[in-house]
């Protein structure tokens, strides 16, 4: 087991975006010439081992104590913590999963090391230090972050990279069991109702996402846009004004506070287009905007732009959608 | 019990929005900072509704002391805001906050709520609405011992057999979630709260004679090294947002409608 690794965690015995994690982190690891590493705690992905060659990972380090099994903060931190003591990685990345937000930087506070989140980009600085590009203020400006020290930790905002496997052949990584004692960890966290679940499809993975905002006027408005999602073959959307005012569920939620989206073609209907919203879908293939303010600021990130009442519109694109 | 909520003092989001929209915003000469010194301040919106969060606790019927603290050079204007929303007690850490990374921040709250008569809650917003980073209440949670529970959108006290806990609706991806929690903890409250209250124009009154206690780094008995950034802000830059976007029009919605489709099609888009 070697060390100064840069080391991708997941959990929760799925991928969680590991691929595009992989792309990023295999710059930064070739920069520093270290191996690149993933730690899955609890239960290894099938696809694992392919997905790790396909994508240069050294060794896949893996925690296999029931307690991972599901996720429970106060259980993950612990094992990590653990195991950056024995393994000493130069950089722990995560996918900015909602658990990851809370898990990043609880490490870093048991670390003391430096953390970021809403990572967009890394890179090695002419000092050897990390480099990390950020979104801020809702994504209106980016700020580079300089981490010091060892470890440092980031968490990727995953859809903001697109997927790069090895262009020659595979790896064939390592895979190492590592022990950890959480034996003395009690979870502090006692779930009463638990969260109901996804059903079906998620919005991050959706190709098509139609979404509404105020345009639409009120709340039972709203089935337009599912109406039309469907005749696309896709999902609804909405942004975080009728998700507050309770037009809609907040799992629906696109943008800075929701989902990260990044589908093939994205409506954005009476949405006027605030930079916290358009975090979510900016990185759609195409983008079409209907509002009736020529002026909307959704019309500058769009590739074709309908003015005009999506309250018109709409049933009009249901129709030419079925028509085919 | 005792709450303490967490503010930051932040550039007015919707501001800064506005000048980015205009391709207005610009980086000054540091690289570093925004140039529009004409952007209000203002409180964190999700600090706002950490506040709120904390008066429905009492107007629930729950005894306590509500403490709000700042840490800068100067948050007056948002810790007098904080005792006109009814804020018992209003603090302020002094420190150059352009200087401190969130361990650093972490390190003086923390240091804040031991010293100030402890805590059973420390509430703060999700995230700040310049940084969006959120790391500040996790790294609080871990510097006190405390459990940390993100993006609320209720909190209720509730007795246990073992003492007091906080019942806690979390928005997660998956819909709703609800957890219980001994105090004492860390609660970050997110915008599904709900819109805060306005305070009356009596109580804003009364509140501009409000002097925030001032309280220093050496109060706290906290060391300069323990303030050394781990994390530093090296530039900031605003993205570039490809224009390019054409209108299609047409007579009636329906022939627009009908052009979008086709040009979607065409392009293999649908």
Known sequence: MTSDAVTVCTWGGQLGDAEEAFTLARKVSGSWGVDLKWLVLGSLPEQAIGIAGRYGVAEIDHIADAALDKFQPDVHVEALAQYCAQSTPKAVLFNQTYEARLVAPRLAGRLGCAVAMNAMDLEVGGEGQLCVTASAYGGDTRVVYELIGAPVIAALSANAIVPEPLDGASASPTLCEIRVDLSRVVERIRIVTPARGQSGARLEDAQVIVAGGRGLGEARNFRLVQELAEALGGMAGASRPIVDDGWVDSSRQVGLTGKITRPALYIAAGISGASQHMVGCAAAKTIVAINRDPDAAVFRYARYGIVGDCLTIIPELIRAAKAR | ?270
């Open chain 2, 1 to 270: 019990m005792r709450i303490v909520v967490c503010a930051k003092e932040v550039l007015d989001p919707d501001a800064v929005n506005n000048y980015a929209l205009v391709g207005k915003l610009e980086i000054g000469a540091d690289g570093k900072t925004l140039t529009q010194a004409a952007i209000p301040r203002l409180m964190n919106a999700y600090d706002e509704q950490a506040i709120e969060a904390a008066l429905r606790l009492r107007d629930a019927g729950v005894t306590c002391t509500i403490a709000v603290v700042s840490v800068g050079r100067n948050a007056t204007d948002i810790l007098r805001h904080a005792a006109a929303l009814g804020a018992d007690e209003v603090a302020c850490v002094a420190a150059d906050a352009s200087a401190l990374d969130a361990h650093g921040t972490a390190c003086l709250l923390a240091a804040y709520v031991r010293q100030s008569g402890g805590a059973d809650l420390v509430l703060c917003g999700r995230q700040a609405s310049d940084d969006d980073q959120g790391v500040v209440p996790p790294l609080i949670g871990e510097r006190l011992g405390m459990p940390v529970v993100t993006i609320a959108r209720t909190v209720e006290l509730v007795q246990s057999s073992d003492g007091r806990a906080v019942r806690v609706t979390r928005v997660t991806p998956d819909g709703d979630e609800v957890v219980e929690v001994r105090c004492p903890a860390v609660i970050t409250i997110s915008n599904e709260l709900g819109a805060p209250r306005y305070p009356t124009a009596a109580r804003r009154m009364a509140a501009r004679r409000v002097q925030p206690k001032a309280v220093s780094a050496d109060e706290l008995a906290v060391l300069p090294e323990d303030l050394q950034p781990r994390v530093k802000l090296a530039r900031q830059f605003v993205p570039q947002v490809q224009g390019k976007c054409e209108i299609l029009s047409g007579s009636t919605p329906a022939e627009v409608a009908d052009r979008l489709m086709a040009r979607l099609r065409a392009e293999s888009v649908i």
